[in-house]
Nanobody
Framework: QVQLKESGGGLVQAGGSLTLSCTAA????????MGWLRQAPGRQREFVAQ???????NVTDSVKGRFTISRDNAKNTVTLQMNNLKPEDTGVYYC???????WGKGIQVTVSS
């Protein structure tokens, strides 16, 4: 059974940093591209970042230079390092297995001004 568990969210002041982690189980993690998406209050879910099985990355323009996605296949974990956070980064962040469209439950990130 496939499982995803996100961790690392919380409350931080603008300009601060958080590290989100997503640990997968029940699949050959190294074979799958992984992604992070977020949903702000009253808004649609949006793409944040993704990393392919070979380590190629892509992030949305609004977080370029601030967020970094990485993976550790030995630990079945994908990480989103978020620096210089802004209030508009507030939302629920979801981990996703792209090929099978499987989502984690999400984790709250709140950035205060």
């Amino acid at each position: 059974q496939v499982q995803l568990k996100e961790s690392g969210g919380g409350l931080v002041q603008a300009g601060g940093s958080l590290t989100l982690s997503c640990t997968a189980a029940g699949l050959t993690f190294s074979s799958y591209a992984m992604g992070w998406l977020r949903q702000a209050p009253g808004r649609q879910r949006e793409f944040v970042a993704q990393i392919t099985s070979t380590g190629s990355t892509n992030v949305t323009d609004s977080v370029k230079g601030r967020f970094t996605i990485s993976r550790d296949n030995a630990k079945n974990t994908v990480t989103l390092q978020m620096n210089n956070l802004k209030p508009e980064d507030t939302g629920v962040y979801y981990c996703r297995i792209l090929a099978i469209d499987y989502w984690g439950k999400g984790i709250q990130v709140t950035v205060s001004s």
